[in-house]
């Protein structure tokens, strides 16, 4: 069948998951390879496409970003305050009031949305400058655990999966937003055209993550999920406010120090990032509210969500 009707006939963004399933597993080689490839040019077209759609859409936002490097430097952390999705009222809610089951849900749709972070970060460092590759290179070293399996995190999130009787056996369960999310980090990781979006987008999600990864922690711990399983959040809590201050320090400032241009491709992937992490917690609100009313009460820095 011709790949491109698949496209038009499919829904993009499952298409687009499949795909990635596949195109970077180890494989052997095989007498059709030339088909392979040609099979392979219009969804990476179609995946062209979705990315430059996802810079359009936050054109904008990055109209004024500053390319000296300190000014961008404290620019980008700004984005823990006032990036879109931050402080949803999702994450307080899976803290203190989720159920079980909602919680399972929420993380079917995170394992399905996982793109690797160690594979993309193994990806994203090809060919950079020394000290921006060096960064790159100590990060990929604690996401494999310091060369000790037990350590690694892409595996504790599977603890997690398994405790919670959570398989992928497909993508009719996950919402298309989450699938997105993965199919963006991928898409900006594998092509080298995206490297420096690439870069913003995963020093974004380390800038982010901790807060969030707390109450997610939060409400396993609530729940009676053993310290196994709630070991990939609360782990990734703490450990990513060192990895984001270094990130920032030792690969985003160098890079716009050494070429200011980069500057505004980081900050592209940054929002292109955020962008579809904030889509995701509305649909995941969408989902696990029901469409009920959400009044959200803050005092001081704690958030307390009453669903009415």
């Known amino acids: 069948m011709n790949p491109t009707l698949l496209i038009e006939n499919a829904d993009l963004q499952t298409q687009l998951a499949k795909f990635n399933h596949v195109?970077?597993?180890?494989?052997r080689p095989t007498d059709n390879w030339k088909d392979e490839i040609r099979d392979e040019i219009a969804?990476?077209?179609?995946?062209?496409?979705?990315?430059?759609?996802?810079r359009r859409?936050?054109?904008?936002w990055v109209s004024e970003v500053p390319n000296d490097a300190d000014q961008f430097v404290s620019w980008f952390e700004s984005l823990k305050d006032s990036g879109p999705g931050q402080h949803d009222p999702l994450f307080?809610?899976?803290?203190?009031?989720?159920?079980?089951?909602?919680?399972?849900?929420?993380?079917?749709?995170?394992?399905?949305?996982?793109?690797?972070?160690?594979?993309?970060?193994?990806?994203?460092?090809?060919?950079?400058?020394?000290?921006?590759?060096?960064?790159?290179?100590?990060?990929?070293w604690d996401e494999?655990?310091?060369?000790?399996?037990?350590?690694?995190h892409g595996p504790m999130l599977g603890v997690l999966a398994q405790e919670l009787g959570i398989e992928m056996k497909g993508y009719r369960e996950i919402v298309p937003e989450s699938l997105a999310l993965g199919n963006l980090?991928?898409?900006?990781?594998?092509?080298?055209?995206?490297?420096?979006h690439s870069i913003g987008a995963l020093g974004v999600i380390e800038l982010t993550a901790p807060d969030r990864a707390k109450c997610v922690y939060q409400g396993l711990k609530r729940l009676g999920v053993s310290p196994a399983g709630q070991r990939y959040y609360l782990l990734h809590s703490t450990l990513d406010v060192q990895h984001s201050l270094a990130w920032n320090k030792e690969a985003?400032?160098?890079?716009?120090?050494?070429?200011?241009?980069?500057?505004?491709?980081?900050a592209e992937g940054a929002f292109m990032r955020l962008n579809a992490g904030a889509k995701c917690f509305e649909k995941y609100?969408?989902?696990?509210?029901?469409?009920?009313?959400?009044?959200?009460?803050?005092?001081?820095?704690?958030s307390h969500v009453q669903v009415a």
Do not use: C
């Open 144 to 152: 494999m655990g310091r060369g000790n399996e037990k350590g690694m």
């Open 285 to 302: 609100r969408e989902h696990l509210w029901n469409g009920r009313r959400v009044d959200v009460a803050t005092t001081g820095a704690r």
């Open 43 to 54: 969804i990476r077209i179609a995946e062209g496409d979705m990315l430059e759609r996802k």
């Open 23 to 27: 195109r970077l597993a180890p494989t």
């Open 252 to 266: 985003l400032y160098p890079l716009v120090k050494q070429d200011p241009s980069v500057a505004l491709s980081i």
């Open 185 to 196: 980090m991928m898409g900006l990781a594998v092509n080298r055209r995206y490297t420096y």
């Open 92 to 140: 307080p809610w899976l803290a203190e009031e989720a159920s079980a089951e909602q919680m399972t849900w929420f993380i079917q749709q995170e394992v399905a949305g996982e793109a690797g972070f160690d594979d993309l970060v193994a990806l994203t460092q090809v060919k950079l400058p020394t000290q921006a590759k060096l960064e790159l290179a100590r990060n990929y």
């Open 57 to 60: 859409e936050i054109a904008e």
